[in-house]
């Protein structure tokens, strides 16, 4: 069955530092999201790409968060400068097409991010 | 409140029993979806209810919705200890946007 992958599975990081988290979608898959969730709470949705741009972001998406899908395959989410409260674990989620209202979505198993 | 919220917070039973999870939300929705997370993965889609049905069924999974009560219920019946899990609905908004809005989620532990 197809599979949404993320990597790294967990990374480690200073506060401050860049960090970057990537996501192969499945193949045939035309929307593309990122969630988080900080340990124990709810999943929050960040950001949703189509078309190659952003289709809509959360207020937790602030200018310190980009997405891009750099070749046909890869979807990333960068952390520009990193904080403490970014620790979570990150979901990468697609689905089809969701226009015909019934819009699964398909979730990697997660890249923890642990910020110190 | 928050568009979905779940409740029991959680939830502990024995296996066989059945377990009930409901959730209620705030604005007009397109479908309710529940979704099943191991501890520590990603979330996997169980079932979707249209906002135009009022249950539906799916192997040991019963779902409901009641629009005019902005509620849910996941349903499952003779659980095992392998449905420990936590159990998110998400709302698919009647909004035009694509993201799904997910609930605080319940904690289900089955025990054997």
């Known amino acids: 069955e197809p599979e949404v992958t993320q990597t790294p599975s967990h990374q480690v990081t200073q506060m401050g530092q860049e960090v970057i988290l990537r996501c192969v979608p499945i193949?045939?898959?035309?929307?593309f999201y990122w969630y988080r969730q900080i340990l124990g709470q709810k999943v929050e949705f960040l950001v949703s790409?189509?078309?190659?741009?952003?289709?809509?972001k959360s207020e937790i998406f602030d200018d310190q968060f980009s997405v891009e899908r750099p070749d046909g395959s890869n979807f990333t989410l960068k952390i520009r400068s990193t904080k403490l409260e970014d620790s979570a674990m990150y979901f990468c989620?697609?689905?089809?097409?969701?226009?015909?209202?019934?819009?699964?979505?398909?979730f990697g198993a997660g890249s923890r991010l642990t910020v110190l | 409140s928050q568009q979905g919220e779940e409740d029991p917070q959680a939830l502990s039973i024995q296996e066989g029993e059945n377990a009930t999870m409901n959730c209620s939300y705030k604005t007009s929705i397109n479908n309710l979806q529940w979704y099943r997370q191991n501890s520590g993965r990603g979330l996997v889609h169980l079932i979707l209810?249209?906002?135009?049905?009022r249950e539906k069924h799916s192997g040991r999974l019963r779902v409901t919705l009641d629009t005019s009560k902005k509620s849910s219920s996941l349903l499952i019946t003779a659980s095992r200890a392998a449905d420990t899990a936590s159990y998110f609905c998400?709302?698919?908004?009647?909004?035009?946007?694509?993201?799904?809005?997910f609930g605080t989620g319940t904690r289900l532990l089955v025990s054997p």
């Open positions: 209810i249209r906002s135009n049905e």
């Open positions: 790409f189509y078309n190659n741009e952003i289709s809509e």
């Open positions: 998400a709302t698919d908004l009647n909004t035009g946007f694509q993201k799904l809005v």
């Open positions: 193949s045939n898959h035309l929307y």
């Open positions: 989620a697609s689905t089809v097409a969701p226009g015909s209202g019934a819009n699964v979505l398909t």
